[in-house]
């Protein structure tokens, strides 16, 4: 399983960004797929995520600005940033969790970089 997500840059506040996570083999192997990003102390927090059942999950963070959605035909799972901070400049990463006997496997991107600055 590979995901290789892309769509990170630099733009100022206020902008919009769309992130794209392109997966080897089809979604609906995860039981979830997200975006994560990177903490300051180096954590990794949620950002969105997609169940198996289309439950949706948002960080408290994000407050409407970004929305995730998937093209299960092109195996690309999205995320649309709009209303873009400072605070949200950081390395975001894709994620799927491919469910095994016991638990999940973790496949994550490399991550693309979201600069935001005037």
């Known amino acids: 399983v590979k995901l290789v997500d892309s769509g990170g840059g630099l733009v100022q506040p206020g902008g919009s960004l769309r992130l794209s996570c392109a997966a080897s083999?089809?979604?609906?192997?995860?039981?979830?797929v997200g975006w994560f990003r990177r903490t300051p102390e180096g954590l990794r927090e949620l950002v969105a995520t997609?169940?198996?059942?289309?439950?949706?999950t948002y960080g408290e963070f994000v407050k409407g600005r970004f929305t995730i959605f998937r093209d299960d035909a092109k195996n690309t799972l999205y995320l649309q940033m709009n209303g873009l901070k400072f605070e949200d400049s950081t390395v975001y990463f894709c994620?799927?969790?491919?469910?095994?006997?016991?638990?999940?496997?973790?496949?994550w991107g490399e991550g693309t970089r979201v600069t935001i600055s005037s």
């Open positions: 994620r799927g969790d491919v469910p095994q006997v016991y638990g999940h496997f973790h496949a």
């Open positions: 083999e089809t979604l609906s192997q995860f039981d979830l």
């Open positions: 997609i169940s198996r059942d289309g439950t949706i």
